[in-house]
Structures are given as structure tokens and as C-alpha cells.
């Protein structure tokens, strides 16, 4: 099967690697460069799914390809305080959009402050961790738990979940 993931960031072309691998599937993965038609630093999950649905689309259009996929990342703030948001977006020609959520945590304060007050979280992670393009390797939640969760593999469970509808038809092998 042939799909198309809306990003050419390599810890989501990884991620995305990695689920199929799991899954079984023959896959040829493809990563186009699209945009997301959100703010770069979604601040909900409802921008943040909009933000993976918009990926997906174009990602599909961009070519004769099975799939779309569209991953995102974004913050919401809670009354517990901020947490990571990321989500999956599949689309194919037929079918309704179909959703996959990744793990959830609070960032620390002094992160969060930075978020509130405007900076993106890529930027504000590497000056925090001391790093350079943390959003490209192990992520955010790679570097809150200590490399036990990294981006690729948080991803590649919400792949896993969206695809799931599609995988139970059995017909895309
Ligand atoms: O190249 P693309 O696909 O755009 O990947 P991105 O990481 O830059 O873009 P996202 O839309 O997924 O994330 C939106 C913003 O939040 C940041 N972000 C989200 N999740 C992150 C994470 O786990 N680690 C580091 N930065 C993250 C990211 O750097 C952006 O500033």
C-alpha cells in the first residue's frame, strides 16, 4: 500500500516506519512537505486534530496514494496545568477521517510558563534540555522520560490506533 505522511520531519517518517513494521503491512512510506493551515504552536486538541486532518488531506492529494497521514503536535492547557497533544489523522479516498491520539503528560511549569507567553515548544524544549532540534530526534516526551518514551514510538501508537479501522476490513494487506 502506498501513503503519504504530510511532514518530512524524521522522528514522524520513523514513527510511522515503525507502526506498520508492527502492524505487518507492506508499506511504501512517503513524506511530503504540506502545511498544516494551523498555528505553529496549536494550543488545543481540537487545533491540534484540525492540524493533523489538514496534513492528511494534502498529503493524500499530493499523489496516487492509498493513505494520508497527518501528524501533529500541539499543548493544552488544563487545571492541572499544561500537557502535551498529539495526534494522528488517516484519511484514503473512501473513507471517513479516522483519529489516533498519542500519551498524555504535564510539562513542567517553567516549560509551560515559556508556551503561554508565545514561544513554540520545539524552541523552548531545546533551550531547556540544552539540545538542538529535540522535535526531530526524541521529542519532548522523550527528554521528560528520560528517553523511556521517545517521539517516534509515542507516534507510532497513535498511528496505530488510527489505523485501526482501516486494518480491521483486512483488505489492505
Ligand atoms: O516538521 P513538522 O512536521 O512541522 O514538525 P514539528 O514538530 O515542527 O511540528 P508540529 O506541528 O508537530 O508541532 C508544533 C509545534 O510544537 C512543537 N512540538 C510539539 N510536540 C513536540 C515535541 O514532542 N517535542 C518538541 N517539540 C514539539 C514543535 O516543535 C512545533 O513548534
Redesign the pocket.
Known amino acids: 500500500m502506498k501513503i503519504a505522511v ?4 524524521p ?2 517518517l520513523q514513527a510511522v516506519t515503525l507502526a506498520f513494521e508492527k502492524m505487518g503491512y507492506n508499506a511504501t512510506i512517503t513524506g511530503v512537505n504540506v502545511p ?1 493551515d494551523v498555528s ?3 494550543f488545543s486538541d481540537d487545533e491540534t486534530v484540525r ?1 493533523a486532518i489538514n ?1 492528511a488531506t494534502a498529503a493524500l492529494a499530493a499523489g496516487a496514494y492509498d493513505f494520508g497521514i497527518g ?5 493544552v492547557d488544563t487545571k492541572y496545568g499544561m500537557m ?1 497533544s ?1 495526534w494522528c489523522a488517516i484519511v484514503s479516498p473512501q473513507e471517513p477521517v479516522s483519529l489516533g491520539g498519542g500519551v498524555r503528560m504535564l510539562l513542567p511549569e517553567t516549560i509551560a510558563a515559556e508556551v503561554r507567553q508565545g514561544r ?4 523552548v ?1 531545546d533551550d531547556w534540555a540544552g539540545r538542538h532540534d ?3 530526534g526524541e ?5 521528560l522520560t528520560h528517553g523511556h518514551i521517545t ?1 517516534s514510538a ?1 507516534f507510532r501508537d497513535a498511528v496505530i490506533c488510527a489505523f485501526s479501522p482501516f486494518a480491521l476490513r483486512g483488505d489492505n494487506a
Not at 6 to 9: A, F, I, L
Not at 71 to 75: A, K
Request: no cysteine.
Open positions: 504530510g511532514t518530512k520531519n522522528a514522524k498544516s505553529d504552536q496549536p492540524g496534513r501528524l501533529e503536535g500541539g499543548v502535551l498529539n513554540e515548544l520545539g524552541h524544549i529535540v522535535a526531530k521529542g519532548t516526551i522523550g527528554i517521539r509515542m
